[in-house]
């Protein structure tokens, strides 16, 4: 469990280190701010896309496999990203085709990296009987989230002169400790033959990674997948009448978390006024980056079990906070206000995600589980391949455009849920 929690921590902790220092390095380069959230778009689609093949995969060719092949992408995407950034800071390259290489070696990652998460997920639910797997499957999606707080802290200790380094630290930091844990997993990991017979569950690009998002939900597609019921249950679609209400809440939320994030960088730099010394806002852009992850965590870990939230509550709930945090950050003229709005829409969001999820699996019967883990991954993926770059480009044009297309989808979303989602007395009664 220690190198499986590692291969998860090392990737979030990673790929949210990058996010912190991409905006400086783009102001650096001297780019739109639109372009550098556009070079993800082709890694996020590729994500989408593979995801459920390597999951497939994993059943297949072995877990231990196709975890290595997921970290050997993860380093080698970081490796050249690194290279072909530092190549642009240097004057080696133009910003244009810094950006174009970029975005070649980051599709490295979605392509490639997306092997690992669903490997872990069914290892670990193929060697735990189904009493103890929730619980290691929350372990599993605990290193994600500690990942995603972790990755901000370091991100400003990694950007160093050494070597002229400089931003680009982090990228070539992080493949080091990606490189570790790929000799690690190849040494210590027992053999992936299962004990327990398990899938491998597509999962979201989510903001770089994936992780089990809903471990529940997780486990009984698995389940599902351990006894199934006579006959192949039908396929289920994004429009089927018992989805839709939480689809379009789902992908309309999603939209507005992924604008947010891809502001919140660019907005540091401004309202700090960093444009002429990008290099001072990896700190700042940092802090505000793990203020969201520790708010999120929170959400999730804390609220959620604590005030026992349904589906229906989580995302109603979740979307008021997260239109509220917005507000504050677009009002906010110093780090502290800027930290606080974040972390209040990421607590907002960290509620409205797992209420979603929650609430798409309760949806629909036990056999239809995987569909159902599928089409939540596919949603939350769909999310980061336009929205940040539509967001960051708002915001170019006004604050206000930006913030308010945000604000916006936040109150859609509660008017529909309001509405069209199925209060949670019913939920748990068709599930039972």
Not at 87 to 100: H, K, N, Q, R, Y
Not at 213 to 231: K, L, S
Not at 322 to 328: D, E, I, P, R
């Amino acid at each position: 469990m220690a190198l499986l929690f590692m291969v998860m921590l090392v990737t979030a902790a990673g790929n949210t280190a990058m996010q912190s220092v991409m905006p400086s390095i783009g102001t650096a380069l001297q780019v739109e701010d639109v372009w550098i959230s556009l070079a993800y778009s082709w890694s996020a689609l590729l994500w989408v896309v593979c995801a459920p093949f390597w999951a497939r995969k994993s059943d297949q060719r072995g877990r231990k496999a196709m975890m290595a092949l997921g970290l050997t992408g993860f380093i080698i995407s970081f490796v050249l990203c690194g290279a072909a950034l530092w190549a642009g800071l240097s004057g080696w390259l133009s910003g244009f085709w810094t950006l174009i290489a970029f975005a070649a070696a980051r599709s490295l990652y979605g392509g490639f990296g997306s092997a690992a998460p669903p490997a872990v997920q069914a290892y670990v639910a193929s060697r735990t009987p189904r009493a103890e797997r929730t619980q290691a499957l929350s372990l599993i999606a605990s290193s994600f989230g500690l990942g995603t707080v972790i990755g901000p802290a370091l991100a400003p200790l990694m950007v160093v002169s050494f070597l002229g380094l400089g931003l680009t630290g982090p990228f070539l930091a992080f493949a080091a400790i990606g490189l570790i844990a790929l000799i690690l997993l190849r040494l210590r990991l027992p053999n992936d033959e299962p004990q327990y017979a398990a899938r491998g569950a597509g999962v979201a690009y989510s903001s770089g990674t994936g992780a089990p998002v809903d471990p529940q939900a997780t486990m009984e597609a698995e389940d599902a997948g351990e006894a199934p019921a006579p006959g192949e249950p039908p396929r289920l679609g994004w429009r089927d009448p018992r989805l839709r209400p939480w689809v379009f809440a789902g992908l309309v939320g999603g939209h507005a978390q992924a604008m947010v994030l891809g502001i919140s960088g660019f907005l540091v730099l401004d309202r700090l006024g960093l444009r002429d010394t990008p290099a001072d806002g990896a700190g700042p852009v940092g802090l505000v980056l793990m203020s969201g992850a520790i708010a999120t965590l929170l959400a999730q870990w804390g609220l959620i079990p604590r005030f026992n939230l349904g589906p229906r509550a989580a995302t109603l709930w979740g979307i008021v906070t997260a239109a509220v945090g917005t507000l504050v950050l677009a009002i906010a003229g110093d780090l502290h206000l800027i930290a606080l709005g974040y972390a209040i829409a990421s607590l907002g969001f960290g509620l409205f995600r797992p209420g979603t999820t929650a609430g798409t699996s309760l949806a629909v019967t036990r056999s239809e589980q995987g569909q159902a883990s599928g089409i939540v991954a596919s949603l939350a993926g769909a999310s980061y391949i336009y929205a940040p770059a539509l967001g960051v480009w708002l915001y170019g044009h006004s604050d206000w455009l930006g913030f308010g297309l945000i604000v916006g989808l936040c109150a859609l979303v509660l008017l529909h849920g309001w509405f069209a989602l199925q209060p949670d007395s019913d939920l748990t009664r068709e599930r039972g």
